[in-house]
């Protein structure tokens, strides 16, 4: 007498959707994406990817032009008053950045700028 084979079957895959990735969370891999290219740039200082970096962020957020000249107003500032900065415009050119306003951060970024 032949005994029948037991044929196991597998069920067939479960598909699963992959959720629809919210704005907030396409925004992060944007900015992951952004920061990964920062890591790399770090030593090259090659200015026309760093732009493209920073421009991938600005995008990510969905600044306005108005607000992207605020954002570039306090970079400018925190880095002209960073205190290894501070310390040399004073040594160099007898300049307390401490005190400027805003036309003064602005006429040292354009001197900066056009050197």
């Known amino acids: 007498m ?3 084979r037991s044929v196991e079957t597998n069920p067939p895959p479960t598909v699963t959707a992959n959720p629809p990735i919210s704005k907030k969370q396409k925004g992060r891999q944007q900015l992951d ?5 920062l890591q790399a740039l770090r030593d090259s200082k090659d200015m026309d990817l760093i732009t493209e970096a920073i421009f991938e962020i600005i995008t990510a957020y969905g600044l306005k032009t108005d607000e992207v000249a605020a954002l570039c ?4 500032e925190q880095t002209i008053k960073a205190e290894h900065n501070a310390a040399l415009f004073e040594r160099e050119l007898d300049l307390d950045v401490e005190g400027l306003s805003i036309e003064g951060i602005l006429c040292v970024q354009q001197a900066l700028v056009t050197k």
Do not use: E, L, V
Request: hydrophobic letters at 25%; a positive charge; proline letters at 0%.
């Open 73 to 76: 107003y306090c970079i400018t």
């Open 33 to 37: 994406k952004a920061f990964g290219s």
């Open 2 to 4: 032949k005994r029948k």
